[in-house]
């Protein structure tokens, strides 16, 4: 892994996130830059949905801030893309996986116009990008876990973003599937766009990504890596949930 | 095929024909939908909450102000409607089914104030599609024109929103909004049906059609003609077979009635070949 | 969505009636004449005979205050030559606007036309009146004229025959109305009191000296419903009155005059001694003219209360 290169894409600055009245994550901070990519870990219900979604602008910061692209979540939405998991959508729908795919490209093309020449050809590239181009005209449902994940990820590529936001990409997701989804994830990070993807894999995350961000319902830590995949660091974001099996390493439970 | 004609030649039957195809097809389309976006109770409860605008149309204005009366309270009722499914990830089965035999107990009161009760009553809920008027065609075309438009211009959105509101939401879509269009096109589409088959058989049309063609294809296109293609059918055959049945046998099937009855038959006939397909798979 | 399809399927069956209909159009030296109710529908045979084509649009039994004209009624208007009403609102609800869709542009006859109308008590009754004109013969009268004058106009070749046989039914009808008064006649005074299924009899009550009591369905027409209050005034007045018998409709289902009935501990009167109120009896059966209709009225109600027929 490089060191970072990029400009400061998404800052964190003691942010604290509530749903109404409740508060629900407390006090993170960090900053993610262009070319890098970032992993949310946590257990279940530590709000890392959460912390994606606040980055969206779809949740109230109620202390401190976030800042995307130099600015508020809401203005930066054009150029963030989300990777929703796979199972939230229905295998049934009666959609291509080029009309997935092409859906990206939604919001640039704008209210009452047609997606154009242009539009297709991102979509194409970007079904390219995951591996997936001789799928085009299947049924998305026809599609593995796997597949359908990287389906959506190429959504995400075709439009262009600067930052890239997924939510548990890896879960249950075949060996091949995980290979392109980094693989693409690895190229977005060269063309200079920063990467933040929660997960429980933690082999991944010294695998793949630059910095970790430690999560259970408030920050425990942001770092490097290897800095902060570290025994006490994980018992303390997993509280009892940790195991430790050897002095210095810990299998995680989910 | 001069059976599936004859009954043509006068103009009230080629009016109610040209109401039944026009309004088939809008519906149809509006049906691909419901049916994708599991709104076949919502689409319920909106026939029975535009059913008093149509009762207090027709108090104040006679028969032209049926459409007025209904179109304020399509209005009305899918602000309601969209709110009450809004405001909790899962929609509120009970508010909204208090919200419908709310709204149709106050249409049936007002209605029973008539002395043409029971003959208006029948009216409103089964249409009456005979004595369709140019006037009517006319409303129908225009609707229907609306509802296409709509469709046409924010179906991209749409489609996206039904198949990923998560996904939607996240690039910005406000979801509340595309949900209230959806909601507003079934209502209007209820509205164009009242004097053709009344407020009670529209829900045929907004869910058969639609139901159709995803038992016989997976491409939105391939549902989407099926389902025009099933309403279209139905509308010619249902009045072909209530025309046939009262001239050549005195037999009364009422008009409206026969043709849903026809659409529901062909329903029938496509989840045939959908399991025939099936068990040759 | 299931509501709606049994709803479709009973609807579309509702009225499946009689097998075989009298649509065919006539011969090409008859006129078409398409006649909204049995009575009218009657009055016209008599008084067109063979030169008039009869079409029949509300048959036996059939309420007409609440009709949906099939395809077959709107091909017949749309073919007719002359359309002949009741009049008085009782094809109100249906028959204007399916005339506009059959796009028959002649003359609809009014058969009520110079009848002295009786209004109602003015709470929700239909505006334009009573509209059960013709159990009162000398109003039949006029409406048998009402028609014979449209037929001559239309067809004036037939004047001869039409009013000849204006003429004659019009005899038989001053004939049954000297009948009535003999028989009515014969009540003592103190029953000449009349309860009904609704209210159906006004001009019948008026022409013979009989005193109308009530209906079970306060109104002239058949969608109103009893309260509970009005239902038990009523009960309240047969005991009042002393009236023997409550007497139920040909084309109304006979519950409530049972109940009623019951309730006062009086006789009803139903079944096949209903009284034609609104229509007339199947084709070739003695309630299916409206002289033999008429008839058996006079001759249940004059029974029922003591009289003799």
């Not at chain 1, 998991?85 to 009309?99: E, I, M, R």
């Not at chain 1, 961000?213 to 408030?218: A, E, I, Q, R, V």
Request: glycine share 10%; aromatic share 6%; hydrophobic share 50%.
């Amino acid at each position: 892994m490089s060191e970072p290169t990029g400009p400061v894409l998404l800052r964190f600055d003691h942010a604290s996130l509530a749903y109404g009245r409740a508060r629900v994550v407390e006090d993170v901070h960090g900053s993610v830059h262009g070319g890098e990519a970032v992993a949310l870990i946590g257990p279940n219900g530590a709000g890392k949905s959460t912390l994606l979604r606040a980055v969206l602008g779809l949740v109230d910061v109620v202390s401190g801030r976030i800042e995307v692209l130099g600015s508020t979540p809401a203005r930066a939405r054009r150029d963030v893309a989300y990777v929703p998991q796979v199972d939230t959508l229905d295998a049934q729908f009666p959609v291509s996986v080029g009309q997935v795919v092409l859906m990206g490209r939604y919001r640039d093309v704008g209210w009452l116009r047609r997606p154009g020449v242009r539009d297709r050809a991102l979509a194409d590239d970007a079904l390219e990008a995951v591996g997936l181009a001789e799928r085009k005209d299947d049924r998305f449902g026809t599609l593995s876990g796997g597949q359908r994940q990287r389906v959506l990820l190429a959504r995400a590529i075709a439009q262009q973003p600067r930052l890239l936001l997924l939510d548990e990409p890896f879960n249950g997701v075949d060996a091949v599937s995980q290979q392109a989804l980094l693989a693409a994830l690895r190229r977005l990070q060269d063309d200079g766009a920063a990467v933040v993807v929660s997960t429980h894999d933690l082999a991944l995350a010294h695998l793949a990504c630059d910095e970790v961000c430690l999560l259970n319902k408030h920050q425990v830590a942001f770092g490097p890596t290897e800095a902060t995949l570290t025994p006490e660091l994980l018992r303390a974001a997993y509280g009892g949930q940790a195991l430790e099996l050897a002095v210095d390493s810990v299998i995680v439970a989910r | 095929m001069r059976y599936l004609l004859e009954p043509f030649g006068s103009p009230f039957m080629q009016r109610a024909l040209a109401e039944a195809l026009l309004l088939g097809a809008v519906a149809a389309v509006v049906s691909v939908f419901v049916v994708l976006r599991r709104l076949s109770f919502v689409a319920d409860v909106l026939t029975h909450t535009v059913f008093p605008g149509v009762v207090i149309g027709f108090v104040v204005a006679g028969t032209s102000g049926i459409v007025w009366g209904a179109s304020v309270f399509a209005v009305l009722s899918t602000v309601l409607i969209t709110v009450l499914a809004g405001r909790s990830r899962v929609t509120e089965d009970a508010s909204m089914a208090i919200v419908l035999t709310g709204f149709f107990a106050v249409g049936v009161v007002l209605v029973s104030r008539q002395t043409s009760f029971t003959s208006d009553l029948t009216a409103f809920l089964f249409g009456r599609i005979l004595t369709v008027d140019r006037q009517q065609l006319v409303v129908t075309a225009v609707i229907g024109a609306a509802v296409l438009l709509l469709l046409g211009l924010l179906g991209k959105e749409l489609l996206f929103r039904a198949f990923d509101p998560a996904g939607a939401e996240a690039r910005g879509y406000r979801v509340l909004a595309l949900d209230l269009v959806l909601n507003l096109v079934v209502a209007l589409v209820v509205v164009a049906a009242v004097r053709a088959v009344g407020t009670v058989l529209v829900i045929a049309l907004l869910v058969v059609p639609g139901a159709a063609g995803r038992l016989l294809s997976d491409r939105l296109a391939g549902i989407t003609l099926i389902a025009v293609g099933t309403a279209l059918l139905a509308g010619w055959l249902g009045l072909v077979a209530s025309w046939q049945a009262s001239v050549n046998h005195g037999l009364r099937l009422a008009s409206g009635a026969t043709v849903v009855l026809v659409l529901v038959l062909l329903y029938g006939v496509a989840a045939a070949i959908a399991t025939a397909r099936k068990v040759r798979a | 969505m299931v509501a709606a399809v049994v709803a479709a399927g009973l609807l579309a069956f509702a009225g499946c009636g009689s097998g075989g209909s009298d649509r065919a159009a006539g011969r090409s030296d008859q006129i078409d004449v398409v006649a909204t109710t049995p009575v009218v529908a009657d009055f016209v045979r008599n008084v067109g005979g063979d030169r008039v084509h009869v079409v029949q649009i509300l048959k036996p039994g059939v309420d007409p205050h609440d009709y949906e004209a099939s395809p077959a009624d709107i091909q017949a208007i749309a073919d007719a030559d002359l359309v002949v009403k009741s009049g008085v609102g009782l094809e109100a609800t249906w028959l204007d606007e399916t005339v506009s869709s059959a796009g028959y542009g002649g003359e609809v006859v009014d058969a009520s036309r110079g009848v002295t109308i009786r209004q109602g008590n003015g709470t929700d009754e239909q505006a334009a009146g009573d509209p059960h004109i013709w159990h009162d013969p000398a109003d039949a009268r006029i409406m048998v004229g009402d028609i014979a004058a449209a037929l001559v106009a239309k067809d004036p070749a037939g004047k001869a025959g039409y009013e000849r046989n204006a003429a004659t039914y019009d005899a038989k009808l001053a004939a049954l109305d000297a009948e009535n008064a003999a028989e009515i006649g014969s009540i003592p005074v103190e029953q000449r009191k009349l309860v009904t299924n609704h209210d159906a009899f006004g001009y019948y009550c008026a022409r013979y000296g009989i005193t109308f009591v009530g209906s079970i369905i306060p109104s002239f027409d058949t969608s109103a419903e009893l309260s509970g209050k009005e239902l038990s005034d009523l009960v309240a007045k047969i005991e009042q009155t002393g009236v023997r018998a409550v007497f139920s409709e040909s084309s109304l289902p006979p519950k409530t005059a049972q109940t009623v009935a019951t309730e006062a501990g009086v006789q009803v009167v139903e079944g096949e001694d209903s009284l034609y109120a609104d229509g007339l009896g199947p084709v070739g059966s003695p309630g299916g003219t409206y002289l033999g209709a008429e008839r058996h009225n006079t001759a249940t109600i004059v029974k029922a209360l003591g009289g003799r027929v």
